[in-house]
């Protein structure tokens, strides 16, 4: 199986892409998918998302080239589990 790439990316790259970075590889390990979790900001998203299999941000950011989920979820807790179930079901 292809290792995955994720992209986890926030304003500074920094503190609430921590927070998300932790969780989605928490996810990822319970699921057994094999992927690598990068930090970034989202203005190197850009330069960054070649090769990449998904976006995750918790900013506003568009890409016609692959997935991204918006996940604000994951600060406020509300509608966390939905947005898991996303990026579990993408990175199947």
């Known amino acids: ?5 994720i992209l986890i990316a926030c304003g500074t790259g ?4 921590t927070v998300v970075s932790m969780r ?9 998918i094999n992927a ?12 960054k998302i070649t090769g990449a299999d998904l976006v995750v941000t918790t900013t ?3 890409s016609d080239q692959i997935p991204v989920i918006r996940a604000l979820s994951f600060l406020t807790g509300i509608g966390m589990d939905e947005d898991i179930a996303k990026i579990i079901e993408i990175m199947k």
């Not at 199986?1 to 790439?5: G, L, V």
């Open 36 to 47: 690598t979790v990068e930090q970034c900001k989202v203005a190197e998203l850009p330069a």
């Open 60 to 62: 506003s950011y568009e």
């Open 14 to 17: 920094v503190a609430t892409s």
């Open 1 to 5: 199986m292809n290792k995955k790439h």
């Open 24 to 32: 989605v590889q928490e996810e990822l390990a319970k699921h057994q």
